[in-house]
């Protein structure tokens, strides 16, 4: 058997197992996140903070002593310490469609984060970091057939994808008048989409064989964001974010069991979207509420796009309330703050001219465990997609944990 047939067969058959065979029941296992991340860049995330996701992931106008990894680079002139922040998620999903049910699961670092406040007076801070733009997480394992030479083969075929964007930053923020912050950030995006399929015959005559796509990604932008508070216990922020189009390097690599790989390699490019996002807090007594609207258009992304997926605009809306902590309290549940939050995403891509939306809510704590020392949990749980015209549902559950540690560098001095 050539080792063309089989990959030909399987170029033709992949993504669309994915979506419109793969929940026969004959699903042997499934194990990784979101099978909706096969399309495009993957999964994308916004804020990669608990303190945040715990407020459905609002962050563009909320004032924060200590937390980091919003997407306003103008909040870093609340913080009045020098800060570290790291973290980790996992995530959960039951995947169900009209007549079968599996379970996946993922983890991922929230990448590291820090700020140097350096006048906050003036509201001059630098921070820098690396996060994720997005995330690839999905594997499942299912027995198929295949007709070559006109003769129909029993195999066992697995479908993996992994990878996804990081973005390094580095920016700074300023006060050029009184109650206007503005903060700035340069943006590197780099990574690696892989995705896999490898097909093993029942008949030990027939060879196995591997189909794997890497897409190597790198590009660059920039981040300006605004935030004014001269309204009492108001904020009100404001963020754009622009990128210059992703490069592009693509290895196709098949493979048989007895034969040598084969590489084709191409290069491209892709456009990337503009985003704009807009958010306000107010603060009354112990209370915070806040709420934002994001958006960006997505419909020039040309990458892992088969036929039955198109690409729109994503617009994603934030609502959340925290009961703030008291610093001066005697008891530990008092010094502790509380986040209550929801959201709705509609996600970028369309599948079987299906529209693809989220809808979640989400709880966290924030915890004080040494001098200028916090602990972030937050656990939000919702629903994606839809079991129409063969497609599937995610109900999915996500934890996150993050530890922010600071410490006073610069020392605050008089002005005439």
Known sequence: MKL????DTAMRRFPLFLFLLPFAAAVAFAQGGSNYSAFGLGDLHGSVSAAYEGL????????????LGGVNPATWSFISTTR?????SLRQAHITTDNASIDQNSGKLQGIAGVFAVDTALGISFGFG????????????????????????????????????????????????????????????????????????????YLSAALQSNDGLSGSGFNIGA??????????????????PLSITTEDRYAS???????????????????????????????????????????????????FVSFRRTNSISVGASKLSDTKASSFLDRCAYNFGAGFNQQYYVVNNQNIDEMYASFG?????????????????????????????????????????????????KRD
């Open 4 to 7: 063309s047939d089989i990959t």
């Open 56 to 67: 459905g992931g609002a962050s563009i106008a909320v004032p924060s002593r200590y937390a």
């Open 84 to 88: 570290l922040q790291t973290g980790f």
């Open 130 to 205: 690396l996060k994720p733009f997005s995330t690839i997480s999905y594997m499942m394992e299912r027995p198929t057939s295949l007709t070559v030479d006109g003769s129909t083969l029993s195999a066992t075929s697995l479908y993996e994808g992994k990878g996804g964007l990081t973005t390094a930053y580095f920016g700074g923020t300023f006060r050029p008048i009184e109650d206007v912050t503005l903060g700035i950030t340069a943006l590197y995006h780099f990574g690696k989409l892989t995705s896999t399929i490898t097909t093993d015959f029942d008949d030990s005559d």
């Open 227 to 244: 935030i004014y508070s001269g309204i009492p216990n108001l904020y009100i922020g404001a963020v754009v974010t622009a990128n210059l």
């Open 257 to 307: 069991s007895v034969s040598a790989d084969t590489t084709i390699e191409t290069t491209s490019e892709t456009d990337m979207p503009l985003s704009i996002g807009v958010g306000a807090s107010y603060v009354t007594g112990k209370f915070l509420i806040t709420g934002e609207f994001t958006t960006a258009d997505f419909s020039k992304l040309a990458l892992r796009k088969p036929a």
């Open 365 to 413: 704590i924030q915890a004080p465990v040494a001098r200028n020392t916090y602990i972030d949990a937050a656990i939000t749980g919702g629903m994606r997609g839809t079991t129409n015209s063969g497609l599937m549902q995610e109900l999915f559950a996500r934890l996150s944990f993050t530890i922010s540690i600071g410490e006073t560098w610069f020392q605050p001095f």
